[in-house]
């Protein structure tokens, strides 16, 4: 069945899009070191892990100590903050902040950083591959939802219907695609709503596999389809 198309939008609501790859067993901490920034991204911060221990105890102040503690990766960004690219020991992280150009931008410069990654590491194999946008929708403060979100909140018929704030999230089976999505709506007033899509598969491929963007490609259209059927015509427009 042909992929349904879906209007393109000039300015899309997104916060954050991202391509996540993650890897079935962790590398050395050796190869660190043998990472370089990417070309284009100056600002280089380290990516840490540990195990902390947290004390209560009474009359004395809150305490934390750390048990373990270990370098993880590196996250590299922009000068301008509008892209990060994370090189971890378990794996790579390509997000687009700001100004995003749209998919086959994204996936690009994923595939782009994925190769340099390979040639660092050498064979890997791979157990986890994810898309994620978080979207952000600006609703009224009273505001009837169903003219945003076609699965806004509910209130009890005999409670006044002004939401201040809500939370939703919903984990759906995608089984033709093998893949799960993980479907968040959030609102705190006076910040926008957020739809925040996160689709993700198992999987047991090689570092070098034409088939992790084959099903990238995949993933990419049901976000596509779970974005396009959360809002309604009237906030889609807005976007065109």
């Known amino acids: 069945m042909p992929e349904r198309e ?8 997104l916060r954050e899009a991202l391509v996540d790859i993650q890897l079935r067993e962790e590398l050395p901490a050796s190869v660190l070191s043998k990472f370089e920034a990417p070309k284009g991204f100056p600002v280089r ?17 809150f305490a934390a100590k750390v048990l373990t503690e270990e370098s993880l990766g590196m996250r590299y ?27 086959e ?13 390979l040639t660092v590491s050498g064979p890997v194999n791979v157990s986890r591959l994810a898309v994620r946008y978080i979207n952000t929708v600006n609703i009224p403060l009273g505001a009837d939802y169903d003219d945003y979100l076609t699965t806004g909140p509910r209130v009890p018929k005999l409670v006044p219907p002004v939401v201040g704030g809500f939370m939703q999230r919903v984990l759906v089976p995608i089984e033709p695609d093998s893949a799960t999505a993980i479907i968040t709506q959030t609102l705190e007033i006076p910040a926008p709503a957020v739809l925040d899509i996160d689709v993700f598969t198992e999987c047991s491929l090689e570092g070098a596999s034409a088939d992790i963007w084959s099903r990238l490609e995949k993933l990419r259209n049901i976000a596509n389809r779970i974005f396009f059927s959360s809002l309604t015509e009237k906030v889609i427009q807005s976007f065109i």
């Open 6 to 13: 879906f209007p393109k939008l000039t300015r899309p609501p």
């Open 45 to 61: 911060k380290g990516i840490k892990h540990g195990q902390f221990q947290f004390q209560m105890e009474e009359d004395k102040p």
């Open 77 to 103: 960004e922009r000068e301008d903050g509008s892209e990060v690219v994370l090189l971890r020991r378990n794996g790579l992280t390509y997000s687009i902040l700001k100004n995003y150009p749209g998919w």
């Open 105 to 117: 931008v994204l996936r690009e410069a994923a595939r782009d950083a994925w190769q340099d990654f």
